[in-house]
């Protein structure tokens, strides 16, 4: 099986990856590294691999825009199996860390980081790229610029670690996805779905939650993205805990569908945390 990540290697989604395909049982699973996450979403809806997996959510910087956007423009996707990989930053480099000016790594690192980057390297330029693992990789070698990636990255890329760990918050974790093309199922601990009301107006969103609420679906997350369309319109992206089964949420989508104008269901699978130990 041909498996999408945000690559290069030595990214936390290539560990969440390979922990995934464990879980999932998966023979021999071939690991194709992309550019984006747009673009490991795209490879697994143009058919040019089986799965992917993609970030969705951190516990200090919340959803992944690009993720939620990318899942609602391919709703012919699934939700397949999700983890929950503990998250320990390390600052790599070549040089000493005093000589240190500028830091590259992707943008959710870099604000997962920015208290301690505040104050051990005030006055570094602070410089985006597509993953953290593409940050190693950029900095190798040189004397002046770090990168903020994983341990992984730095065996990966042969870089020294100047500093370890460096997120501000100790229990920082990502969820990851794995997501697959096919029939959605509604047998599991966790359901995710998303939805656009048909009405913008007061107590519209009210009712549309209400739907879960009188038959004791638990909303474990809720976030909404503009819909890109018009000013105030928006995209509410919502996972359920299922402790009854499929049923309750097969009475409140048929309940909510009349509501709304868009209404995707992503499925429901089960979730995996890795302890910090096992990270």
Wanted: aromatic residues 6%; proline residues 7%.
């Amino acid at each position: 099986m041909r498996i999408a990540f945000l690559g290069p290697a030595g990214t936390y989604g290539e560990q969440a990856a390979m922990g995934l395909a464990a879980l999932e049982q998966i023979e021999q699973p071939r690991f194709l590294p992309q550019v984006g996450i747009r673009a490991v979403v795209k490879a697994l809806a143009d058919g040019n691999c089986e799965a992917a997996v993609v970030p969705v959510e951190n516990s200090v910087e919340g959803g992944v825009t690009a993720c939620l956007d990318a899942l609602w423009e391919h709703p012919e996707l699934r939700v397949a199996r999700a983890l929950v990989l503990p998250i320990r930053h390390a600052l790599l480099g070549s040089g000493p860390l005093e000589g240190v000016s500028e830091v590259l790594s992707h943008p959710q690192a870099l604000a997962q980081c920015s208290q301690w980057l505040a104050d051990q390297l005030p006055t570094a330029l602070q410089l985006p790229t597509s993953s953290t693992a593409e940050a190693a990789r950029m900095v190798a070698g040189s004397r002046f610029r770090a990168a903020i990636a994983s341990l992984k990255a730095a065996r990966e890329h042969g870089l020294e670690v100047l500093a370890y760990p460096i997120n501000d918050v100790p229990g920082n974790c990502t969820r990851f996805l794995l997501l697959e093309r096919g029939e959605r199922s509604l047998e599991g601990p966790l359901a995710s779905l998303a939805f656009s009301l048909q009405a913008n107006q007061p107590g519209a969103l009210l009712q549309a939650l209400a739907c879960f609420a009188h038959r004791g679906l638990n909303m474990s997350r809720i976030e909404s993205r503009p819909s890109k369309r018009e000013m105030g319109e928006y995209i509410f992206f919502v996972d359920l805990d299922l402790p009854q089964g499929a049923a309750p949420l097969q009475q409140a989508l048929e309940e909510l569908r009349p509501l709304c104008e868009h209404l995707v269901v992503f499925g429901a699978y089960p979730l995996t945390q890795i302890a910090e130990q096992d990270a």
